[in-house]
């Protein structure tokens, strides 16, 4: 069997601020697999990506992108992150944003190139010259992916990124996201988007919040194995879910 390309072991992370906790998550991810991460709002999904990319060190257990540790420099070229509530300069235009970014990643001819296929398959072509600033929400979203994908990613974590985007822009993004996958890139979408979770997810992972001793909540991430799902998923599974032997899966779901 192949190493996951995603591996999330026993972390736990105490609520800091406007970061919920996270308990005990797991979570196995293998090239090419699109799992969606669903649950409450307060319930640490949030968190857990961040914690996934890098961004936030958690108390306990670890994260590896390939077998690197997360946070490392390599593992952030391996690693592309949305978060939910994205911010890029705002005199920036969108090709700038996504020039700033393409230098981690190619120099010279080359980034033009990397830019240009960006704006493209992102749909952001159109208002390629505008200011980031300016964006709608839908822009901003899309433009969130785009840089999320520059270079050559193995692991693709989007948090709300295709919530708030109209019909024509989720499938739009949709699909991207699919063509990324069916080249071996691992996708994590945390979303409150039934639409978009249907359209993509062949495993939905459920976190809740489960009551403990101390003054915060602790929260639980269903992973991939019987054992997870039994320790950590709800009792019954939320509307557009069944329950599985191992995980709750889409009622879309084979």
Same mark, same amino acid.
């Given at each position: #069997?192949?190493?996951?390309?995603?591996?999330?072991?026993?972390?736990?992370?105490?609520?800091?601020?406007?970061?919920?906790?996270?308990?005990?998550?797991?979570?196995?991810?293998?090239?090419?697999?699109? @799992?969606?991460l669903v649950g409450p709002p307060g319930s640490g999904k949030t968190t857990l990506l961040a914690i996934a990319a890098g961004r936030l060190a958690p108390d306990a257990g670890s994260v590896t992108v390939a077998g690197v &540790?997360?946070?490392? =420099?390599?593992?952030?070229?391996?690693?592309?992150?949305?978060?939910?509530?994205?911010?890029?300069?705002?005199? $920036?235009?969108?090709?700038?944003?996504? &020039?700033? /970014?393409?230098? /981690?990643?190619?120099?010279?001819?080359?980034?033009?190139? $990397?830019?240009?296929a960006a704006l493209e398959r992102s749909g952001l072509a159109g208002v390629a010259e505008r200011r980031a600033a300016g964006l709608p929400l839908p822009l901003v979203r899309r433009l969130a992916l785009a840089q999320a994908?520059?270079?050559?990613? =193995?692991?693709?974590?989007?948090?709300?990124?295709?919530?708030?985007?109209?019909?024509?822009?989720?499938?739009? #993004?949709?699909?991207?996201?699919?063509?990324?996958?069916?080249?071996?890139?691992?996708?994590?979408?945390?979303?409150?988007?039934? @639409?978009?979770?249907?359209?993509?997810?062949?495993?939905?992972?459920? #976190?809740?919040?489960?009551?403990?001793?101390?003054?915060?909540?602790?929260?639980?991430?269903?992973?991939?194995?019987?054992?997870?799902?039994?320790?950590?998923?709800?009792?019954?599974?939320?509307?557009?879910?069944?329950?599985?032997?191992?995980? /709750?899966?889409?009622?879309?779901?084979?």
């Amino acid at each position: #069997m192949n190493a996951p390309v995603l591996l999330v072991s026993g972390v736990r992370r105490r609520r800091r601020g406007a970061a919920a906790a996270v308990g005990d998550a797991s979570l196995e991810l293998a090239a090419g697999e699109v @799992a969606a991460l669903v649950g409450p709002p307060g319930s640490g999904k949030t968190t857990l990506l961040a914690i996934a990319a890098g961004r936030l060190a958690p108390d306990a257990g670890s994260v590896t992108v390939a077998g690197v &540790a997360t946070g490392t =420099r390599a593992a952030r070229a391996l690693l592309g992150y949305a978060p939910e509530a994205p911010v890029f300069p705002p005199t $920036l235009s969108v090709r700038d944003v996504l &020039a700033y /970014f393409a230098r /981690f990643h190619v120099v010279g001819v080359a980034r033009r190139g $990397l830019v240009a296929a960006a704006l493209e398959r992102s749909g952001l072509a159109g208002v390629a010259e505008r200011r980031a600033a300016g964006l709608p929400l839908p822009l901003v979203r899309r433009l969130a992916l785009a840089q999320a994908v520059l270079g050559h990613r =193995r692991v693709l974590l989007l948090d709300e990124t295709l919530s708030g985007v109209d019909a024509g822009g989720r499938r739009a #993004m949709c699909e991207r996201v699919r063509e990324l996958a069916a080249s071996g890139v691992a996708v994590v979408l945390a979303s409150s988007d039934l @639409a978009a979770v249907e359209q993509l997810a062949a495993r939905v992972l459920v #976190m809740r919040t489960a009551a403990s001793s101390g003054r915060h909540p602790r929260r639980r991430c269903a992973g991939a194995g019987a054992r997870d799902s039994a320790r950590c998923a709800p009792a019954a599974p939320p509307p557009g879910f069944r329950l599985t032997p191992t995980v /709750f899966r889409p009622t879309w779901a084979s």
